[in-house]
């Protein structure tokens, strides 16, 4: 083991004590990693500390994909997970824009000018639906404009 000869038996328990409630994460071999000492460098990845549910991701993060993803649409859009169940419930599982079945992929449409939260969309009906939405914002003068450019083209 690399530095293991280096330091007393005392020493690497001790060491051990402050790194595991630090770490909490163990070596490939199944040791205790000791962070200045680990010998493989990489880790088995334990649960996710956030919920401690599902298996973490072997990053400097350590959450789990469903947490990061959660923490980020609460940071972005103000929604919780609940919030999200919540809405695919009142849209009976369905997309906004085309009604179809929503799957496990899915955007959170929302307002750009007010950031209010519309609903639950398919990622694409979404991108669609922000472009009619900007077509739509255009003056008339403006959208005739660009219809005789797209036709002449």
Same mark, same amino acid.
């Given at each position: 083991?690399?530095?293991?000869?280096i330091?007393?038996d005392?020493?690497?328990?001790?060491?051990?004590?402050?790194?595991?409630?630090?770490?909490?994460m163990?070596? @490939?071999?199944? =040791?205790?990693?000791?962070?200045? *000492?680990c010998?493989?460098?990489k880790?088995?990845? +334990?649960?996710?500390? $956030?919920?401690g549910?599902?298996?973490?991701?072997?990053?400097?993060?350590?959450?789990?994909?469903e947490c990061?993803?959660?923490a980020?649409?609460?940071?972005?859009?103000?929604?919780?997970?609940?919030?999200? @169940?919540?809405? =695919?419930?009142?849209?009976?599982? *369905?997309?906004?824009?085309?009604?179809?079945?929503? +799957?496990?992929?899915? $955007?959170?449409?929302?307002?750009?000018?007010t950031e209010?939260?519309?609903?639950l969309?398919?990622?694409?009906?979404?991108?669609?639906?922000?472009?009619?939405?900007?077509?739509?914002?255009?003056?008339?003068?403006?959208?005739?404009?660009?219809?005789?450019?797209?036709?002449?083209?």
């Open positions: 083991m690399v530095g293991m000869s330091l007393s005392v020493q690497v328990e001790r060491i051990q004590k402050q790194e595991v409630a630090q770490c909490g163990r070596c @490939k071999d199944g =040791k205790v990693c000791v962070k200045s *000492l010998h493989s460098g880790h088995l990845s +334990g649960d996710c500390p $956030a919920c549910v599902n298996p973490a991701r072997p990053s400097r993060d350590r959450r789990c994909k990061v993803v959660s980020h649409r609460q940071k972005k859009y103000g929604v919780t997970a609940t919030d999200i @169940k919540r809405m =695919k419930r009142q849209q009976y599982g *369905l997309c906004l824009w085309c009604l179809q079945h929503l +799957g496990k992929k899915f $955007a959170i449409d929302h307002n750009h000018e209010q939260v519309r609903g969309m398919h990622i694409a009906c979404n991108t669609q639906a922000g472009m009619v939405e900007k077509w739509l914002a255009l003056s008339e003068e403006e959208r005739e404009r660009r219809t005789k450019v797209l036709i002449v083209t």
